[in-house]
């Protein structure tokens, strides 16, 4: 079974930065997509990114492509979230999910991450 947990968040002030962790165990194969959401209070859950696993390829919900990074490194099965330049509305519980092929859903997520900007 696929466990992901999600490190790395905090209270930084307007204009600081982040990095954000996931790290997946239980794996048998590589997977398909990681991808971060994000959830603000009395927000629904957004999309943020993700990452194709096997060629590296990373994409973003486009209002923060310029300001956010996704990274993963296979050898310990971890992915990455850069934020730069944070924002009073990026405060949200960040998570990660992952899915294992391309015809499945997001199979396992973790538990999130408190991410708090504020000055």
């Known amino acids: 079974q696929v466990q992901l947990v999600e490190s790395g968040g905090g209270l930084v002030q307007p204009g600081g930065s982040l990095r954000l962790s996931c790290a997946a165990s239980?794996?048998?194969?590589?997977?398909?997509?990681m991808a971060w959401f994000r959830q603000a209070p009395g927000k629904e859950r957004e999309f943020v990114g993700g990452?194709?696993?096997?060629?590296?390829?990373?994409y973003y919900r486009s209002t923060l492509k310029d300001r956010f990074t996704i990274s993963r490194d296979s050898a310990k099965n971890t992915m990455y979230l850069q934020m730069n330049s944070l924002k009073l509305e990026d405060t949200a519980v960040y998570s990660c999910?992952?899915?294992?092929?391309?015809?499945?859903?997001?199979?396992?997520w973790g538990q999130g991450t408190q991410v708090t900007v504020s000055s």
């Open positions: 239980g794996l048998t194969r590589s997977p398909f997509v």
């Open positions: 990452i194709r696993w096997g060629e590296g390829a990373a």
């Open positions: 999910a992952v899915t294992m092929s391309a015809s499945e859903n997001y199979s396992a």
